[in-house]
């Protein structure tokens, strides 16, 4: 998607990376005292969402550059950190929480990296074992075709030894850092769907082909990869597509070169159900058997899911059989009936990925 | 503008023409009595044309001294060099001034001043004019005068509420003529209404079908067309063959639950609880006891039912070989 709209804070005039963005994107700006006034313009707009995809904003992040991820107790989470490098994507996909989840949704870009290092020494001083990624309110790779720094994050990360940093994305924007010495503490992911629902759902995306192909370049060069298949749309024919798609990713790459794989159905706020309904008038997936979950938010009803994924599992189970794969926000009840185990047994979910990450990583033990 | 009062012959007085009739009510049965009983207290509203005249506001009152065999009428009547709009303006002042208007007659009302006014400015008109208007009731009533003629009679009956009938106009003509009959025939509850309305909808648009092609559905029309069950009951067939193509899984789960609650026969009295939705894990049981012999008794029914071969079964949460719409 198109950014027809640079608005640049003054707050950050003179910051680097506002220089290379404008001379990058090669459009008028607009200075404004504050995020605010983008936010009026986005929210008067007749469809904001689509608005927001075409404005960006230079900014400051003013609040934590790590975070918690926003996980609930009803379901098992992964404890994963987020680096907030940004809001809202340039992608269009229907199922985007993101459409519902920011008040308006507007395209932040933080350009105060100084901070973000920081906040990153910080974290690393504490020697403590993370997986931090910043693919959480927003793609991790769509800013480096204008403003390449996912180079600057790996080198970071490269320095120490504790904790990961995982770029997910849908793009195949890794051009840039293909040859930086990633010391295997970026681990790159991508998110995965049949090729229908990306042709259908995932509007600016890169194709299934395209992804994987981006995925086993960076094999090559030696990064670990993680795969998400999330969200899962089910529909008729979907496991036959989806058990493609998992014979194509094991085409493409060794499953030993991969940390996890996190498997996750489409699950929703009830909010976004007239978002999509609206913005993508062909789209079925809030069609779906759909009860609402214990988080209040809509899910597959819980035995179509495990019937689901019982079968996904099995699929790469046979290609695949020693991949960690776990799920996104599901409970114990889904993982015995399906993976066969309570991740609790093995010292609960994050201690699962840590262990892997570690292993494919090369972690240090935590220090504490 | 000045009207001035005149005898009028009811002959040169153009019924046929509606530019300026507001009101929905057609019944001109107590109208007939107070005036055959005191006369006519208000006289009507009319525009001079060349040759005729225009009924701006009075049409009821017109209709009824027509019916008691009048031939002439006294009437307030306005020039006719006054302006459409000004004419427009003096029937909503008229009418409004009367009675309340009902949705539709605000909607026509509306229509007459947006062909002169922006939505902003005719908020301001109508309010002086005795509409209460803000901008959000505004915009539901420029979309109920878009409703076809049969739609707004169904909301004036009061068998549709205007939400459902601005979703109705959302359709194509047959379809929201075919969910208005189905509602006009079966006059379940609004809520009812809307639940229906969002499954038909849904299962349109997951099975690529048009409303009217899936209420033509010959297992539907066999419960509309069944003389042998009542209204109500044609109702909850109606809801659960919706629910049916809605949610399969779910509906067959849900079939299959019950099916086990029966064999496993539980005392009366005892309920097994799922979990909502059967998201959760918590099962609980209830039940009522009025002494300890009873509650002996209902005890030893509980550590049967863990003895029972199919009690297990309902905690494996299984789908038969599901075959989902979606
Ligand atoms: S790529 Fe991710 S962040 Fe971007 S629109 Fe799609 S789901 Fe949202």
Same mark, same amino acid.
């Given at each position: ?368 | ?66 019916? +008691? ?5 006294? &009437? =307030?009547?306005? *020039?006719?060099?006054? @302006?459409? !709009? ?110 229906? +309305? ?5 299962? &349109? =648009?997951?099975? *690529?079908?048009?409303? @009217?092609? !899936? ?112």
């Amino acid at each position: 998607m198109q950014i027809t709209n640079l608005y640049i804070d003054r707050d950050v005039l003179d910051y680097p990376a506002v220089d290379a963005i404008r001379t990058r994107l090669n459009i008028p700006h607009t200075v404004i005292e504050g995020p605010e006034k983008v936010y009026e313009i986005i929210s008067a707009s007749a469809d904001p969402v689509e608005s927001g995809k075409h404005a960006l904003l230079l900014t400051k992040n003013k609040g934590a550059f790590i975070r918690n991820c926003p996980g609930t107790v009803k379901y098992t989470c992964c404890d994963y950190t987020i680096l907030h490098i940004g809001t809202f994507c340039t992608m269009d996909c229907s199922y985007c929480i993101l459409q519902s989840y920011f008040h308006p949704p507007v395209l932040q870009l933080f350009v105060n990296h100084d901070d973000m290092t920081a906040s990153l020494d910080s974290v690393f001083s504490q020697n403590k074992k993370m997986r931090i990624g910043t693919g959480e309110f927003t793609d991790s790779m769509i800013w480096e075709t204008i403003y390449p720094f996912a180079d600057k994050l790996i080198l970071k990360f490269a320095k120490q030894t504790h904790a990961i940093l995982e770029l997910k994305t849908k793009t195949v924007n890794i051009s840039n850092i293909l040859e930086v010495s990633h010391n295997r503490k970026t681990i790159l992911s991508w998110s995965l769907n049949t090729e229908r629902i990306i042709k259908s759902e995932e509007r600016g995306t890169s194709s299934l082909d395209a992804r994987l192909n981006a995925a086993a370049r960076c094999q090559s060069k030696g990064y670990p990869l993680a795969f998400h298949f999330d969200p899962m749309i089910i529909y008729p024919g979907c496991e036959k597509e989806y058990q493609d798609v998992i014979e194509k990713l094991f085409s493409h790459v060794s499953s030993e070169n991969i940390v996890w794989i996190s498997l996750g159905t489409f699950r929703f706020m009830p909010a976004l159900k007239a978002i999509v309904e609206k913005r993508f008038e062909h789209s079925k997936i809030v069609y779906g058997e759909f009860i609402k979950g214990m988080d209040a938010k809509m899910r597959y009803f819980k035995p179509l899911r495990i019937s689901f994924y019982q079968k996904i599992i099995s699929y790469i189970r046979l290609l695949a059989p020693d991949v960690l794969i776990y799920f996104c926000m599901e409970d114990t009840e889904v993982w015995e009936k399906t993976i066969g185990f309570d991740p609790s047994d093995y010292g609960g979910l994050p201690r699962m990925l840590d262990d892997s990450a570690t292993r494919h990583c090369g972690l240090s033990e935590d220090i504490n | 503008m000045l009207f001035s009062p005149q005898t009028i012959a009811l002959s040169i007085v153009d019924v046929a023409d509606t530019t300026y009739k507001i009101s929905t009510s057609e019944s001109i049965e107590e109208l007939l009595a107070s005036i055959n009983c005191i006369g006519l207290l208000s006289p009507p509203i009319l525009k001079k044309n060349p040759r005729t005249y225009t009924i701006i506001s009075g049409f009821k009152r017109i209709a009824a001294c027509i019916n +008691l065999g009048w031939t002439t009428i006294e &009437a =307030r009547v306005v *020039d006719y060099k006054a @302006s459409d !709009l000004q004419c427009a303006r003096i029937a909503i002042a008229d009418n409004s001034a009367n009675r309340s208007l009902n949705f539709i007659e605000q909607s026509i009302s509306l229509s007459m001043l947006l062909n002169y006014y922006d939505d902003k400015e005719v908020i301001r008109e109508a309010k002086g004019l005795g509409l209460n208007i803000n901008a959000s009731l505004l915009e539901k009533l420029k979309k109920t005068a878009q409703l076809s003629s049969e739609i707004k009679k169904t909301i004036l009956r009061g068998t549709i509420s205007l939400t459902i009938a601005l979703e109705l106009g959302k359709m194509d003509k047959p379809s929201a003529m075919a969910l208005s009959q189905l509602f006009e025939s079966l006059n379940p509850t609004f809520n009812i209404q809307k639940e229906m +309305l969002t499954m038909v909808k849904e299962i &349109a =648009r997951i099975k *690529d079908l048009s409303i @009217s092609q !899936l209420l033509n559905d010959k297992y539907f029309l066999s419960i509309m067309e069944n003389g042998e069950i009542s209204r109500n009951q044609k109702v909850q067939k109606i809801r659960y063959y919706f629910k049916k193509m809605r949610n399969p899984v779910i509906t067959q789960f849900e079939e299959n639950f019950d099916c086990l609650m029966q064999r496993i026969d539980l005392p009366d009295e005892i309920k097994l609880i799922p979990p909502d939705n059967f998201e959760g894990t918590k099962y609980s049981i209830v039940f009522n006891f009025q002494n300890p012999k009873e509650f002996e008794f209902k005890k030893e029914a509980l550590d049967k039912l863990m003895l029972h071969p199919e009690f297990i079964k309902i905690f494996e949460k299984e789908i038969a070989d599901y075959k989902s719409l979606h």
